[in-house]
């Protein structure tokens, strides 16, 4: 079993105790739990379906997942995924 530890306490990307370094998201799903749809948990594979927003976004900002973006709304920052041409891997795909 690999044990991880957790980059909120250590301010760094994941690390695996075997030194390599957590993958970063190729899919990043938000959960639509907002008062009013809007995003405050997002969904990673691998890493659980409960990820506060200003966790993701954090990360985001930090590099670690290169195929996101951070936008603001409203005052609000949120993830999504940088433009491609395909809509399935968007963080909202109805949209």
Known sequence: ????LRAVE???KLICVTGKEEAMAKTIRGNKDGENGENQTYT???????IPRQQVVKEVKEGQHE?????????????????????????????
């Open 1 to 4: 079993m690999q044990l991880w």
């Open 10 to 12: 250590l301010n760094a």
């Open 44 to 50: 990673i594979p691998g890493r659980g379906s409960d």
């Open 67 to 95: 195929n996101h973006s951070v936008y603001k709304r409203d005052g609000v920052e949120y993830v999504r995924a940088k433009p491609d041409s395909q809509q399935k891997n968007n963080v909202d795909p109805d949209q």
